[in-house]
């Protein structure tokens, strides 16, 4: 079946199942590979997109149910090659180690950070649940931080 997606502002077409995991249909089908396959039940997060803004995981919704919605991925984040503030502070902060699960933790945080600009450590504890399996989260929190004092600044 055809279905056709916004995909980082540009309408793409892809012939695909309808119950395909909008996942594999980015990674496979149109070639995002930020997006990443972690644990297939939505738990871990390294499938994060935005749809409409929203932080959304991709590998148990269906493409069928991406239609009508504008999805941002990894690759679409930045703006003319000029890294969002969350991208900068990630490279700053030195928040990767193996790096597998960034994408979608930056994708968390930046949804996050769009809804809630100044938000508590609550509000981070129950917005970011994404897994980091080499635990980077001080980094995660102090990446966070320096982006909500930055731009509180400016």
């Not at 119950?19 to 939505?42: H, I, N, Q, S, Y």
């Not at 871990?44 to 991406?66: F, Y």
């Not at 979608?104 to 769009?114: K, R, Y």
Request: contains cysteine; proline residues 5%.
């Amino acid at each position: 079946m055809e279905f056709s997606l916004n995909v980082n502002g540009e309408t793409r077409t892809v012939d695909v199942e309808p119950d395909t995991p909008l996942l594999w249909v980015l990674r496979d089908e149109l070639g995002f590979k930020g997006v990443k396959f972690g644990c297939g039940v939505a738990a871990c997060g390294a499938c994060t997109v935005h749809m409409d803004g929203s932080a959304t995981r991709t590998c148990v919704l269906p493409v069928e149910a991406a239609t009508d919605t504008q999805i941002t991925t990894i690759e679409g984040l930045a703006s003319d090659g000029v890294l969002t503030s969350v991208q900068q502070a990630w490279i700053e902060a030195q928040v990767p180690q193996c790096g597998y699960c960034q994408s979608g933790m930056i994708m968390a945080v930046s949804a996050l950070l769009d809804e809630i600009p100044t938000p508590t450590d609550e509000d981070i504890e129950s917005a970011i649940t994404n897994v980091c399996r080499c635990g980077s989260y001080p980094r995660i929190r102090k990446a966070i931080k320096a982006v909500v004092s930055s731009e509180g600044a400016a």
